[in-house]
């Protein structure tokens, strides 16, 4: 379990981040390395440089501006845990990150490396597509913008280029209340079926909803169908009914000694009643 | 000082990392190795080619099983088994077929553990696959291609005690059920190791990292390299954990001295977690065919057992240990006379199996404990009631089961059975009803009783010097993975010697300090090591009040110890110090001895006491209640353990909070078992569990606060101090009394018979044909 061997390099900037990772083949950043790190030992990923982004400054830090939450990448998990002003704009995300790891691992562990990891049954990437987020990239030829719902693209799979590095999520502030549940092995555990739920309800009608789940497949997989239910009928006992009647059951492909395919189909009707019930008895109010 | 709750002085080092585990260890010009494993787990070695490996700057050599001596043996089975084992037995390296993923194939040594990876990539192994043997079943069948010439079982043996098929037939009820425990195995935090260095002038090697068993594995090694016992030196540093399974003579403790001898340079090998899941003895893995009868007042009249284990790829040390254990111990605390059991021992391409804390009890107590509830709910009886009746009494002790394990016979010595189980009933409320679940949660409650072996092994040693300083050394021949020797057994030789706890030290698993040492296994350093202390205390006190007499000019029986001196008790300003006693006995010196005149005499030997003790086969048998609520989820089959209360009857506790510790943590590692941990492999013999991300230990969330009610009702009739050994029974009721607990939310008669007890498993229960 000792790493095949690599080059390393800490840059200050993310100029100097975007060079390094241009000038190798097969360099790769490392953000927090709770995953990096024990794929290199396992020699399941064998970089030529690692580009630690642990010494950019400007990569890390919350920041709230005209409506839009800004978090840098670098980020630590803990750190937007503790965030009121994150609890305040998208508190989704705290609820999805108390399902995250443990202590050590968010104190290490950061908000965009997960993400640009995109482990299929991570709960943050969950939590970026409910949300809506904007994930920004830097890349040589400047900064560009993807909508989470287009990042995540399959298993360990984003929008990253070779060369590119993600350097913030962008989020609008949270329309309506949410909820985040899952089912694990253990409290920590990635899910074996994940469901992040977001309900904005306006005198009684339902104007904006999210419904994603998350370990059951390649990437989170929005239920579009059910999302529409709910805004068509609102978030009624009879709505949520047709919305569990409506939830994308095929897409279903992880099947696992942990967790069957099966297992998996039948939790999700579960989560999806329990999410969207705890969602709307929250006290958090938008 | 027995009975007191002394703060365990060994944690300070480890709670500050000022541990020295064998990793810590490092010597001048020593070499780091790593073993190359099998990928296959079937497969003749078509070639090996390591030049381009051998080509590496800073590779000193890759061993093959060509390069240990023509005449090794494979590993020796050391423990009586039923029948000869000889065909299955393993060498240390593989020669032509490997039989397991994991199995050792070559040794590469270099500079850095990192080059050594990078070298085995470079290693070109060619396999043959053979036919995969993939689990018990498949060896079971006649169609199953051969592993070895004599087949895929290692053996098959029974017991058929009393009148079985006259009980069935006269019987009120009978019940009936199978069910299957996983592979799973220790886990210690602090993997194996091994640092080995040889000095060839003087003939000298020594060994770092060896546990558990020092004395008798220096002897495997001496015996098999051909060298002699006091060539060797084995010395146990900290040790962070062993749960059974690190004392097995594994194949790396012969080929990394060996190698360490041909390099001429010290080799250290520290196993990786990757590798110990492959390479540590895997345990548990059987499956229970249980037939019961009873009365219809509840009076159990027989079982019948057919017992198949999956025992792995070989038969290593401690051979078919874990079924045998099990066949012999399933009736457990009860009064029951007529039991048959047939066994049979299987071999697949797995993993070789060993020793995990409670070996086979917790496997027969899954089995036993469900059927004895499926029994009391056939005959609409409370399931503490049916236990009540049918426990061994007091007056029926001490009561021979029938059968033998290993050549012992299986025998509990004394107990109050229905006492602790009264207590313990009582204490955690039994009849209290249980809140009610809220919405899809149902509640559940659980009860086991059980009984464990404890104090087995054929002898222990122990030796105590006063120094003229007044202070104590502790020798003893148990080794020490974690437990608290250092704080307890100087409990022990304090309460004698009236000395300070805290002037005591404790050396122990060196062979160089001690020359004979049993070892810890089976619960028995409470058993065995602190007997020995005790009477080499004695003859320590013996020593002193004789001297002291002398000194004092006083007569012996006038004498008294207290607080690190003798004194006359009628008059207590009349004293001598431990110290000065000690002072006094020192060879050489010329009080009480003084110099011959024409001839060379014995002289002083020390304020010192050795004492050999010699155990009971059968052990001491210690009795326990498990106990626990749950709440079962039946929408998402997640468990949550809600209350849980372990009790024993330990005879006499030395240090309570010791004991309490080791049924907490029996229990939090059963809840592992029960729940979580399983070493899976694939219907092709390949290993899927390589990592703490896929081999799930219980966290903190898992595991509720436990209650520990440790009493001293019963004590043991077969050693000095009446003590009985705690290491196992946190452990051994864990998987049953959840089960029970889960089956009584159920109330449906549904019952998890497969462990580990994963939500899926749990979901299908509730929702059954799902």
């Known amino acids: 379990m000792k790493p095949a061997p690599f080059d390393y390099e800490a840059p200050t900037t993310v100029a100097d981040a975007l060079k390094l990772l241009g000038s190798h083949e097969d360099a790769r950043p490392i953000a927090g390395g709770q995953s990096l790190v024990p794929m290199l030992a396992f020699r399941l990923a064998r970089p030529s440089l690692l580009v630690d982004l642990n010494r950019i400054p400007s990569l890390s830090g919350i920041e709230e501006k005209g409506g839009v939450l800004r978090i840098g990448a670098m980020t630590r998990q803990a750190k937007v845990l503790a965030s009121d002003v994150v609890k305040r704009h998208a508190p989704l995300l705290v609820q999805a990150l108390e399902n995250v790891g443990h202590p050590p691992t968010r104190a290490r562990g950061t908000i965009g490396g997960s993400c640009a990891h995109a482990d299929p049954a991570a709960e943050l990437p969950s939590a970026m597509i409910a949300l809506d987020a904007t994930m920004v990239i830097a890349g040589s030829g400047g900064e560009r913008r993807v909508r989470a719902d287009d990042f995540f693209i399959g298993a360990f799979e984003t929008a990253l280029q070779p060369g590119e590095i993600l350097v913030a999520l962008e989020l609008s502030k949270q329309q309506g209340v949410s909820a985040f549940l899952e089912v694990s092995a253990r409290k920590g555990d990635f899910g074996i079926v994940t469901v992040a739920a977001r309900v904005a309800v306006k005198d009684g009608r339902c104007i904006d909803a999210a419904l994603v789940l998350g370990g059951i497949a390649e990437r989170s997989v929005r239920c579009a169908e059910a999302e529409r239910i709910l805004k068509e009928q609102g978030a009624t006992p009879k709505a949520i009914d047709a919305v569990l009647a409506a939830l994308p059951l095929d897409a279903v492909t992880m099947d696992s000694r942990s967790a069957s395919a099966a297992h998996r189909r039948r939790l999700i009707p579960e989560l999806c009643r329990r999410a969207i019930e705890a969602a709307l008895a929250s006290q958090v109010t938008p | ?770």
Not at chain 2, 56 to 80: F, H, K, M, N, Q
Not at chain 2, 298 to 312: C, E, K, P, S, Y
Not at chain 2, 704 to 724: F, H, Q
């Open chain 2, 1 to 770: 000082m027995i009975g007191q709750r002394v703060l365990r002085v060994e944690d300070k080092r480890f709670l500050r990392g000022e541990g020295r585990y064998v990793a810590d260890i490092a010597l001048p010009f020593m070499r780091e190795a790593y073993v190359l494993r099998s990928p296959q787990p079937h497969a003749r070695i078509v070639s090996f080619d390591a030049s381009a490996a051998l080509a590496l700057e800073g590779v000193d050599a890759v061993y093959t099983a060509a390069d240990l001596p023509a005449s090794l043996t494979p590993i020796p089975c050391r423990i009586p088994t039923h029948g000869d084992m000889t065909p299955f037995l393993q060498y240390p390296l593989a020669r032509d077929v490997v039989r397991f993923v994991g199995e050792p194939i070559a040794v590469i040594v270099a500079s850095s553990r990192a080059l050594a990876e990078d070298a085995a990539e470079l290693v070109a192994i060619e396999f043959e696959p053979l036919p995969v043997v993939a689990d018990a079943k498949a060896a079971l069948d006649p169609a199953t291609p051969k592993m070895y010439p004599p087949g895929n079982i290692a053996t098959q043996w029974g017991f058929d005690l009393g009148k079985v098929d006259d009980a069935f037939a006269q019987a009120d009820i009978v019940v009936e059920k199978s069910f299957s425990i996983q592979r799973h195995s220790a886990m210690p935090l602090e993997t194996r190791g091994l640092i080995a260095s040889y000095d060839k002038a003087r003939s000298y090697l020594e060994v770092w990292g060896p546990t558990k068993v020092p004395h008798t594995n220096r002897a495997m090694l001496a015996r098999m390299l051909g060298m002699r016992d006091g060539d060797i030196r084995f010395a146990e540093p900290d040790v962070g954990g062993s749960f059974g399974a690190r004392g097995e003579f594994y194949p790396e403790d012969i080929f990394i001295p060996y190698f360490a001898i041909k390099l001429g340079k010290p080799i250290r090998w520290i196993e990786d977690r990757q590798e110990h899941f492959a390479s540590i003895n895997h345990s548990r893995e059987c499956t229970f065919q249980v037939k019961a009868s009873a009365t219809k007042d509840g009076r159990i009249t027989a079982f019948d057992v057919v017992l198949v284990a999956d025992l792995g790829a070989y038969i290593r040390t401690h051979g078919d240990v874990v079924p045998s254990h099990a066949a012999a111990s399933f009736p457990g605390p009860y009064a029951i006379r007529n039991y048959r059991v047939a066994a049979t021992a299987a071999l697949s391409n797995k993993t070789p199996s060993g020793t995990l804390r409670a070996p086979g009890m917790f496997e027969a107590n899954f089995a036993r404990e469900q059927i004895v509830d499926m029994l009391a709910e056939k005959l609409g009886m409370d399931r503490a009631e049916i236990r009540r009746r049918n426990l061994i009494k007091p007056d029926e002790m001490p009561w021979y089961v029938g059968t033998q394990s290993v050549n012992r016979p299986t025998l509990f010595d004394s107990g109050d059975f229905p006492g602790l189980f009264e207590e313990s009933v009582s204490r955690f409320g039994w009849s209290t009803p249980l809140p009610k679940g809220e919405g899809p949660v149902r509640r559940g409650r659980g009860i086991v009783a059980l009984v464990e072996p404890s104090g087995f092994g054929p002898f222990e040693s122990a030796r105590i010097e006063i120094d003229p300083a007044g202070f104590a050394t502790i020798f003893t021949g148990a080794s020490n993975q974690g437990q608290g020797h250092e704080t307890m057994l100087p409990q022990v030789a304090a309460e004698v010697l009236g000395i300070a706890h805290d002037r005591f030290r404790v050396r122990h698993g060196d062979t160089a300090m001690i020359p004979y040492g049993g070892g810890s296994y089976a619960s028995r350093t409470a058993v065995m090591g602190a007997n020995a202390v005790h009477r080499a205390a004695l003859a320590v006190k013996a020593k002193a009040l004789a001297a002291a007499a002398q000194m004092l000019q006083a007569k012996e029986d006038e004498l008294a110890l207290d607080d690190g001196k003798v004194i006359v008790a009628a008059n207590p300003s009349r004293f001598v110090t431990l110290a000065h006693i000690a002072r006094v006995l020192t060879p050489g010196n010329a009080e009480l001895v003084p110099a011959p005149k024409d001839f060379i005499k014995d002289d002083h030997d020390g304020l010192t006491g050795e004492v050999f003790l010699r155990a009971i086969p059968s052990g001491t048998a210690v009795f326990s209640v498990h106990m626990a609520d749950i709440a079962l989820d039946t929408g998402t089959g997640e468990l949550k353990v809600e209350r849980y209360c372990v009790s024993g009857d330990v005879g006499r506790a030395i240090n309570p909070m010791i004991v309490e510790g080791q049924l907490v943590g029996g229990v939090v590692q059963g809840i592992g078992g029960a729940l979580l941990e399983e070493l899976a492999y694939d219907e092709d013999g390949n290993l899927q569990t390589g990592s703490f991300a896929d081999y799930l230990l219980p966290s903190s969330h898992e595991v509720p606060r436990i209650e520990a009610l440790v009493v001293e009702k019963a004590k043991s009739i077969s050693n000095d101090l009446g003590v009985k050994g705690c290491g196992e029974i946190g452990i051994s009721g864990v998987a049953a009394v959840l089960a029970n607990a889960i089956a009584h939310a159920l109330g449906t008669g549904a019952r998890p018979t497969k462990l580990p007890l994963t939500t899926e498993r749990l979901l299908d229960l509730v929702e059954p044909g799902s």
